[in-house]
């Protein structure tokens, strides 16, 4: 469970986000809203990439000021070139283990078994900056998924996807255990949500059925002067 309790976040004199208390509970959380809101900022909040000027985020009771919840939350970043580090794909799913603890064999194995669950074995001795950008997208998720947090934050997972990768990547969603909370303007992925959160001018505008709240977001940009 993720809760913030009356966050704000101001960088110098700009108010980026405004008050925002919200307990995310459900398994599939959507965060919709125009350029600008406030979303990667608050994707950001939950995994203690940004901190609260006021207010404090809680991940499963802990705040993320503290060290532990990090690795309960993977950040899964809007362009796949910010994750992927190493030359070759399976370095760079071993890359975030390198700490872990596990022996080599046991990190090789876990990458493997992660490769082959998404049926992208093919894809673990290929040149990084070879891969097409959905073939980047799918190693910088599984690298995070090698990890194995409890939940998984994506920021605008979808946009740099042809409609191809993005039914391959939808899929590969809908087969994950974990708590997703995905950030996106690709409305018909956040209609499938169990819930969706609309932010507009820095605070929470809609939250609900995910159905609902993509009805409400179309009407409002409908009638919105250009
Ligand atoms: N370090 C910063 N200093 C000043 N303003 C910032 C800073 N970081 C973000 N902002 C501003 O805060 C606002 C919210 O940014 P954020 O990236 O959270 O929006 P977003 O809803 O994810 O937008 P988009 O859909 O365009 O990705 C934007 O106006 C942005 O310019």
């Not at 959507?30 to 000027?53: M, W």
């Not at 993977?74 to 070139?81: K, L």
């Not at 740099?160 to 996106?184: G, Y």
């Not at 009805?215 to 002067?225: D, G, K, M, V």
């Amino acid at each position: 469970m993720i809760q913030l309790e009356g966050v704000t976040v101001r960088k110098g004199d700009t108010l980026i986000l405004d008050a925002i208390s919200v307990t995310l509970t459900e398994r599939r959380i959507g965060i919709i809203g125009a350029n600008g809101s406030g979303k990667s900022t608050f994707a950001r909040l939950l995994n203690g990439l940004e901190r609260p000027t006021t207010g404090t985020v809680r991940v499963d009771g802990q705040p993320t000021d503290r060290k532990s919840p990090l690795g309960k939350v993977g950040f899964v970043f809007q362009n796949p070139d910010n994750q992927i580090v190493m030359p070759l794909v399976d370095e760079d799913l071993a890359f975030g283990l390198r700490k872990s603890g596990l022996s080599k064999f046991e990190i090789g194995a876990r990458v493997r078994s992660h490769l082959d669950r998404f049926g992208l074995t093919h894809l673990s001795e290929r040149r990084t900056h070879e891969l097409s950008g959905g073939e980047k997208q799918l190693v910088a998720l599984i690298g995070v998924l090698v990890m194995e947090p409890a939940i998984i934050v994506l920021d605008e997972p979808t946009t740099l996807l042809d409609l191809r990768n993005r039914r391959i990547l939808v899929s590969f969603l809908d087969r994950l255990d974990q708590t997703l909370i995905v950030v996106s303007h690709d409305l018909e992925l956040m209609a499938s949500m169990d819930r969706l959160i609309w932010i507009d001018e820095r605070r929470i505008r809609g939250d609900g059925d995910a159905g609902d709240i993509v009805r409400a977001y179309r009407e409002a940009i409908a009638t919105e002067p250009c």
